[in-house]
């Protein structure tokens, strides 16, 4: 059985509970959300590419030159933002043809 206390507080202490509350709740949420953004932002190999999408190097290379998905070049080695390589098949719509 759960006891229930009543309390009295000043308006000035309840609105500073209140808020006290609310940051821990925003504070969460937050720290969640960016979790999450940097979980779709991870960088991908083009190895990974090509098992997600389920196509060869060269098909890569090849909607890599048309422009239809973006990438980075670090030391030589090209990586993928996961994100955007979905954004950019979703949203442009485009037929992949190879």
Do not use: A
């Not at 030391?75 to 442009?92: D, T």
């Amino acid at each position: 059985m759960e006891q229930l206390f009543i309390t009295n507080y000043q308006k000035e202490d309840l609105s500073t509970l209140i808020m006290e509350c609310l940051k821990t709740v925003l504070n969460e949420y937050f720290i969640e959300n960016k979790r999450q953004e940097m979980e779709q932002d991870e960088l991908l190999t083009i190895e990974d590419v090509q098992k997600i999408f389920r196509v060869s190097k060269v098909t890569i290379h090849k909607w890599k030159k048309k422009g239809l998905i973006p990438y980075y070049k670090v030391n030589r080695k090209l990586y993928f933002k996961r994100s955007e390589i979905f954004e950019s098949m979703v949203h442009k719509k485009r037929k992949l043809d190879v």
